[in-house]
């Protein structure tokens, strides 16, 4: 059993080396890089890039935006998804042509999906023109702050059928029998959710939240093939300022923002985890 064991390292080394050469070695040279001035000689000057860069506008405002995105797209998705995934469970065999309509534009390339989301958000598109039915002005969605709107529907259309794929393989660990039960005892669909299903899934709720918390930050594209590089300030997020600032060859703003953010995530993380193990504990 030991030789087999020993064995593994050979198929893992590979994969560990990568790892090591193209993520661990970078990840730890940036931070040596974000403490330095930036000059030929590489001077040390510790936390000054940090401060100048908190202190900095545009930041402010990439980093206000991006959490605000986040923690606005974040419970849409995981709601969704769960509710979705519990609708699906009960189609039983006949659900897996749904799962696999959700799972679609998670498979398509986002600029496909950004030319139909332009479409239909334009101002003679599909949204206006039922607005006007509706007795309702024409709202600019893509020249305005109102871009946030199509943006977080956008990010929830797109990552929503993965998250319920997940959910839905966490469900098919779950007996029926307490269903059953449940439901002799009086507990509506509301009520079984709150103290069956969601109990017995914990594990795979929280790395469902986890994950569209992370997919979340990712909205940059979206809003870059759309308001560009410098959009208007409501959708100016830190991915904007960092890929402004890595065009402009200032490195060391964009290893402390990259760096910042890491932090902020982590200690996030961590909170979640803790309040996750607290939670368990006290049950």
Same mark, same amino acid.
């Given at each position: 059993?030991? /030789?087999?064991?020993?064995?593994?390292?050979?198929?893992?080394?590979p994969?560990?080396?990568?790892?090591?050469?193209?993520?661990?070695?970078?990840?730890?040279?940036?931070?040596?890089?974000s403490?330095?001035?930036?000059?030929?000689?590489n001077n040390? =000057?510790?936390?000054?890039?940090?401060?100048?860069?908190? !202190?900095?506008?545009?930041?402010?405002?990439?980093?206000?935006?991006?959490? +605000?995105?986040?923690?606005?797209?974040?419970?849409i998705?995981?709601?969704?998804?769960?509710i979705?995934a519990?609708?699906?469970?009960?189609?039983? +065999?006949?659900?897996?042509?749904?799962?696999?309509?959700?799972?679609?534009?998670?498979?398509?390339?986002?600029?496909?999906?950004?030319?139909?989301?332009? /479409?239909?958000f334009?101002?003679?598109?599909?949204?206006?023109?039922?607005?006007?039915?509706?007795?309702?002005e024409? =709202?600019?969605?893509?020249?305005?702050? !109102?871009?946030?709107?199509?943006?977080?529907?956008?990010?929830v259309?797109?990552?929503?059928g993965?998250?319920?794929v997940?959910?839905? !393989?966490?469900?098919?660990?779950?007996?029926d029998?307490y269903?059953?039960?449940?439901?002799?005892?009086? !507990?509506?669909?509301?009520?079984? @959710?709150?103290?069956?299903?969601?109990?017995?899934?914990?594990?795979? @709720?929280?790395? $469902?939240? $986890?994950l569209?918390?992370?997919?979340?930050?990712?909205i940059?594209? +979206? =809003?870059?093939?759309?308001?560009? @590089?410098?959009?208007?300030?409501? /959708?100016?997020?830190?991915?904007?300022?960092?890929?402004n600032?890595?065009?402009?060859?200032?490195?060391?703003?964009?290893t402390?923002?990259?760096?910042?953010?890491?932090?902020?995530?982590?200690v996030?993380f961590?909170?979640?985890?803790?309040s996750?193990?607290?939670?368990?504990?006290?049950?």
């Amino acid at each position: 059993m030991f /030789v087999k064991k020993k064995s593994l390292w050979l198929f893992l080394l590979p994969g560990l080396a990568g790892l090591m050469v193209f993520h661990l070695v970078p990840f730890i040279g940036g931070i040596y890089f974000s403490l330095t001035d930036g000059t030929i000689n590489n001077n040390l =000057v510790w936390f000054e890039n940090y401060k100048r860069l908190w !202190a900095n506008q545009a930041f402010q405002q990439g980093l206000k935006n991006s959490l +605000e995105l986040s923690l606005m797209s974040t419970p849409i998705i995981f709601l969704f998804s769960f509710i979705l995934a519990v609708m699906l469970k009960s189609l039983r +065999e006949r659900s897996l042509p749904y799962r696999n309509i959700l799972l679609m534009p998670y498979l398509v390339p986002s600029s496909a999906l950004l030319i139909i989301w332009m /479409v239909i958000f334009d101002y003679g598109g599909i949204v206006n023109r039922l607005l006007v039915g509706l007795g309702l002005e024409r =709202v600019m969605w893509l020249e305005s702050g !109102a871009l946030r709107v199509p943006i977080i529907l956008l990010y929830v259309w797109k990552n929503v059928g993965f998250s319920v794929v997940i959910f839905s !393989a966490a469900l098919q660990s779950v007996p029926d029998e307490y269903y059953e039960f449940a439901m002799l005892e009086g !507990a509506g669909p509301i009520r079984q @959710a709150r103290s069956i299903t969601l109990p017995l899934i914990l594990p795979t @709720a929280f790395l $469902v939240f $986890v994950l569209a918390w992370v997919n979340a930050f990712k909205i940059f594209k +979206e =809003v870059y093939f759309i308001g560009g @590089a410098y959009p208007r300030d409501e /959708v100016y997020t830190l991915q904007h300022f960092m890929n402004n600032r890595f065009s402009k060859l200032e490195y060391q703003d964009v290893t402390a923002a990259a760096y910042s953010f890491a932090l902020i995530v982590l200690v996030f993380f961590a909170l979640l985890y803790l309040s996750r193990g607290v939670r368990g504990d006290d049950r």
